[in-house]
């Protein structure tokens, strides 16, 4: 017995040193950082994507979003708490995986970030979120559009992308509304975002009074969508909804036109890119589909610039949602006046905001409050927005740029002043 | 089996040493947690995938392992279990069942998954088994990903969420508690029930290895004419791997659902299968011991090339020239390439393969 | 008819497909009954050196048919070269090894090709040019592209030279000498090394092909890619007996038929509307004209492998199979 007593001294004196050890580890950048530039604090702000796998191009998209507004800040020179703000962007791949994105939700909050930007899946996003619930960090995800994110009561939980219940109806509407069809076929790729989009978009066509074909599916994988879409085509539709992402939806769109049917051919945010124009060629166009929030292009020109200027490539997706996520948090925290998860969430959560996507509002959810959804139709390879609906008004895009440029001119002092503002400081 | 004997009696011979030395492994595996917990809790949840993993290993090893059956659908077994935990255990339903209930039901539907693969595949061998597994894993996971409509079991893609964490004697485990002032986390308190279930299931393995059962599917694997004209019953022992096998995927898939708390048929793809294969075969097919140290290396490697490739890169570069995420996969790509060809018959592997490896030497000029 | 027609024509495409990446998988596997799990990789490679090449002679102003020669034959060296690496690197030197080692680094080979197309390609979907024009003709009611014939016939012509191959040339000789018994083999004067390599490289080089049918057919190439398409070719030289050439191509257009059908009609064959009174509680919603379908063609997968279980449960070494592996 003395024996066994002595070795488990002896074992747990080791692991409190094995344990000293890993503890010194985080303490040297604090300590270096510190003595360095006594003025300055450091920020850590956490991007979490896929960055291998088969979305990885939208994860990596989403990651320069992110580094970009960070980058921003760090260039503005803002001050928090008299000091000077320095962000750093620790991006994470979690590869579209829920286990890894527990794994690496939980190395975030061990760095002590101040905030989260991500993740890019729903299926990741609902997970990882319990883990900044319990450390009470704020997450804002930019693509995640599954209502169940936000529907769990977290308070730390937002996202600034549409949920699928805002997106599907608007789509669903415009559809009904300007093209008029009697009958509509639904595809979609059996993942949580294309399945539930097509949800949205049967309910409102059905209540519409619309006839919806029987579901048809494919997966996130598939390029072969012939069969399918044969299957679709026998049913004579005048408009088809497909509920997936681009690299699908291109093919699809390809085919459907080597199968002879005249359709008028609609997506989600997932297939509203130009790479439909590359992918199916001249088949595309003509294509509807749908985008949360305003086209940069028509929001924020700057940050289509800076973007192609710092990467050198065009946004693919959700990079404007991610670096209106990112501009989120930096503005909460600036308003605040520190970097404290507790302290600055009360800002964020009342935030109004002009980002890249629009003007941000969250409601007591974390959703976005009034959020515009934007239609695009492909016109010579590049998708030109039509249409904005807003609580289920639609508007012609020229329309709503028109009424916003007359809203926005006596508001515009009340937009530059925050920028006065950080001058200031 | 004069091997395992042998090994056994040389343990045996100091009982006194064993003692100290189970002891010491105790000692550090119960104190593992809150050293790991000092570098970051993270390394906690990375320990509870591993367990996790080693458990699922372990059930696949009694299928390839010991009877020698190629099994690529494996994950499905898990995909069984956890959403057996996650339909008796959430507001989906509005079911609440205990976990130590939902536990034993979720091992015996994944072993009736079990049989119903078996069944259908006991005259295939080597490589047409292979497909057929993997034709049903493929199916299972199908199955769970649109079973939403026309009438709502596993809720499709969307997945089940707020599923109940575990809760034993009104200890809840998600949440951060106190034992004599000591916090331990959620994922410690993990750690401790997987580290329970895995030593059972590591005594249940051992036994079963060395009964009459686990002859028997020695001999299947070793000639299955020969074992059947022993007298033994290939069909029920065959079908017998299939089902304990199967029990333990649905053992670790119950738990992963209550770490999670939320699943979607996406944890459930062919590569988890093949994961899980890498893990047996690396480790030593058949050699328990050889098993969970497969696991726990696949689960540890590509964690820690997570958090030393950047710094590593900076420090010999000074910035990052390859991204992070692409050089850690590359260098586990290798690193399996590597062991595989240094140890082709595993890390660890078992007396057995030893010598069949040896027999095979000349089989083939390389 | 005319629905049924066009399925028939979209599975053969899909099919001819399968078969060529079939024709790698068998290949190889009739020679050292070894899978090459890697093969998909390879038939990435092959789609992604074409997209290169296409891509940069699209606007050289040749034709568009020597566009794609050049890629085909700019992607067939590099891929043969693939082929030979993973023969040296991940299977000679565990050819005396378990069975399943082989796997391991197959899988391993797999994650580091993936990720060198990754770094090299980006990882972005790549639109693969559409410089053939595509031409759609009408064969009694069904649509079909040039494209769709082309990838058939040269399925069909590759199938044919590689038997002429097998049988007719003194390499197919010592190939199959070499798939019998190496030992022997080896001492009738048979490299045996060698004719491995090169079943490795003729391999690579249908995978190549494959590669760049894929890419011209559906227009889009990622990093990624191969890992279904190797799966599913996988599955088809299992069908039709792995190890046999024509078993491939019987394997592979049959799986594609099976697939397509499956995607047009399980849907109909499952409607509960089909069979009023067995359901009358959906009376209501049928007379609506509501389809009510137990499944659909999210099952086709499902169908795939349940015909494919179906299959090896009657004949146990596939369709035209003869040789069965012994161990795991």
């Known amino acids: 017995m003395t024996l066994n007593g002595r070795l488990i001294i002896a074992g747990v004196s080791a692991i409190v040193l094995l344990g000293a050890c890993g503890k010194e580890e985080p303490k040297p950048a604090a300590k270096a950082a510190a003595p360095a530039a006594p003025e300055s604090i450091t920020i850590r702000i956490g991007h979490v994507g896929p960055l291998t796998g088969g979305i990885a191009h939208l994860g990596k998209d989403n990651e320069n979003g992110a580094r970009l507004a960070v980058d ?119 993942t949580a ?131 209106d996520a990112a501009n989120l948090l930096i503005a909460a925290m600036t308003k605040a006046n520190s970097a404290d998860p507790a302290k600055y969430l009360p800002e964020l959560a009342s935030i109004s905001h002009a980002g890249a996507t629009g003007k941000i509002k969250f409601d007591e959810k974390g959703d976005r409050k009034d959020a515009e959804i934007t239609i695009f139709t492909m016109k010579g390879g590049k998708i030109e927005p039509t249409a904005v609906l807003q609580g289920g008004k639609s508007t012609k895009f020229d329309d709503f740029i028109k009424a916003a440029a007359a809203a926005a001119a006596p508001a515009a002092p009340a937009a530059a002043e925050p920028a006065k503002d950080e001058a200031k400081k | 089996m004069p091997h395992v004997k042998s090994q056994s009696h040389h343990l045996m011979r100091s009982p006194v040493l064993a003692w100290v030395g189970i002891a010491l492994i105790a000692v550090a595996l119960i104190a593992l947690p809150f050293a790991l917990a000092q570098i970051g809790t993270a390394w906690v949840r990375i320990a509870n995938l591993a367990i996790l993993f080693a458990l699922l290993a372990l059930g696949l090893n009694i299928v390839v392992g010991f009877a020698g059956l190629l099994d690529l659908g494996y994950i499905a077994f898990f995909a069984v279990g956890a959403y057996c935990y996650a339909l008796l255990a959430s507001p989906h339903f509005g079911l609440h069942l205990p976990f130590w209930l939902i536990l034993p039901i979720g091992a015996l539907v994944a072993c009736l998954f079990g049989v119903l693969l078996g069944a259908p595949t006991l005259k295939l061998r080597g490589d047409y088994l292979a497909i057929v597994t993997l034709g049903f894993g493929e199916i299972v996971r199908v199955f769970l990903n649109n079973l939403a409509r026309p009438i709502n079991i596993t809720n499709g893609p969307q997945g089940i969420s707020r599923i109940d964490p575990v809760s034993i004697g009104g200890i809840k485990f998600n949440t951060t508690g106190k034992v004599f002032d000591l916090a331990i986390s959620g994922p410690m308190k993990y750690y401790y029930l997987l580290l329970i279930v895995l030593i059972i299931a590591i005594v249940i393995n051992i036994r079963l290895q060395n009964s009459r059962i686990g002859r028997a599917w020695e001999a299947i694997r070793e000639d299955e004419i020969a074992a059947r004209a022993m007298g033994i019953n290939t069909t029920q022992i065959k079908l017998l791997a299939f089902a304990m096998g199967a029990s333990f995927g649905g053992i670790a898939g119950g738990i992963f659902a209550a770490i999670q708390q939320f699943i979607s048929p996406e944890s459930f793809v062919l590569v988890e299968s093949i994961m899980v294969l890498s893990m047996v075969v690396l480790g030593g097919m058949g050699n328990i011991w050889g098993v969970v140290a497969g696991a726990v290396l696949l689960s540890f490697v590509p964690e820690i090339l997570r958090y030393t490739v950047l710094p590593v890169q900076n420090a010999l570069f000074g910035r990052a020239i390859v991204e992070p995420e692409v050089i850690r996969m590359l260098l586990f790509g290798l690193a399996l390439v590597a062991v595989m060809l240094y140890r082709p018959a595993g890390l660890f592997p078992s007396a057995v393969r030893r010598r069949e490896l040896a027999k095979a030497d000349a089989r083939l000029p390389a | 008819m005319e629905t049924f027609l066009q399925q028939l024509f979209n599975g053969l495409t899909l099919g001819a497909v399968y078969a060529v990446v079939a024709l790698g998988y068998t290949m190889v596997y009739g020679i050292i009954q070894l899978i090459n799990f890697a093969h998909g990789e390879v038939v990435m490679i092959g789609a992604m050196v074409a997209f290169t090449i296409i891509t940069l002679l699209a606007n050289s102003g040749l034709p568009p048919v020597a566009i794609v020669l050049i890629g085909t034959s700019c992607a067939i060296p590099v891929c043969m070269i693939v082929g030979y690496a993973l023969e040296r690197i991940a299977y000679r030197p565990l050819r005396n090894a378990p069975r399943l080692a082989p796997l391991i680094t197959a899988i391993g080979m797999s994650i580091v090709l993936q990720h060198v197309a990754m770094m090299v390609w980006s990882r972005n979907n790549l639109a693969f040019p559409q410089i053939i024009k595509t031409e759609t003709y009408d064969i009694a009611g069904a649509s079909v592209t040039n494209i769709q014939i082309v990838i058939v016939i040269l399925c069909l012509v590759l199938m044919g030279g590689l038997l002429w191959l097998v049988h007719r040339t003194r390499l197919g000789i010592s190939m199959r000498a070499t798939a019998q018994n190496p030992r022997v083999a080896g001492l009738m004067g048979v490299n045996i090394n060698r004719e491995i390599a090169i079943t490795f490289a003729i391999g690579a080089a ?123």
């Open chain 3, 206 to 328: 249908l995978g190549a092909v494959a590669g760049v049918m894929v890419g011209s057919y559906y227009g889009i190439a990622h990093y990624q890619m191969g890992a279904l398409l190797g799966l599913k070719a996988f599955c088809a030289a299992v069908l039709g007996g792995i190890g046999n050439v024509p078993g491939a191509m019987v394997g592979g257009l049959l799986l594609g038929v099976i697939e397509a059908l499956g995607a047009g009609y399980i849907g109909d064959l499952t409607d509960l509307c089909a069979v009023p009174w067995l359901f009358a509680g959906l009376a209501a919603r049928c007379a609506a004209g509501e389809h009510i379908s137990l499944f659909g063609s999210n099952y086709q997968d499902v169908f795939a492998f349940l015909v494919l279980i179906a299959v090896l449960v009657l004949r146990p070494s596939g369709l035209l199979g003869e040789r069965v592996g012994d161990r795991a």
């Open chain 1, 193 to 323: 975002y294309g399945e539930g989009i097509a949800n949205e978009v049967e309910k409102t066509l059905k209540a519409a009074g619309i006839k919806v074909l029987p579901r048809e599916k494919g997966t996130d994988k598939t390029t072969d969508w012939k069969a399918v879409l044969t299957k679709v085509r026998r049913g004579n539709p005048d408009a088809v909804f497909y509920g997936g992402m681009d690299a699908t939806g291109g093919p699809l769109l390809k085919q459907s036109r080597e199968l002879g049917m005249k359709a008028v051919f609609s997506f989600g945010d997932g297939a509203c890119t130009n790479k439909m124009s590359e992918l199916a060629g001249p088949a595309a166009e003509g294509m509807i589909c749908s985008q949360a929030g305003l086209p940069p292009q028509a929001a924020s020109k700057k940050f289509l610039d800076a973007y192609k200027a710092k990467f050198n490539v065009e946004p693919i997706l959700y990079a404007p949602f991610t670096y």
């Open chain 1, 72 to 190: 921003e800040a760090n260039a503005a020179g803002i001050k928090i708490d008299g000091k000077a703000a320095k962000f750093e962007l620790i991006a994470e791949d979690d590869q579209a995986d829920p286990k890894v994105g527990t794994t690496v939700a939980q190395k975030l909050v061990d760095a002590k970030v101040a905030g989260i930007v991500g993740h890019l899946n729903s299926g990741v996003t609902i997970p990882a979120s319990e883990i900044y619930n319990q450390a009470g960090i704020p997450m804002i995800s930019g693509s995640a559009t599954n209502p169940q994110v936000t529907e769990r009561g977290y308070k730390v939980t937002f996202r600034v992308v549409g949920r699928d219940d805002q997106q599907g109806p608007a789509i669903a509407q415009y559809l009904s509304a300007e093209r008029k069809p009697k009958v509509v076929g639904l595809i979609d790729d059996a």
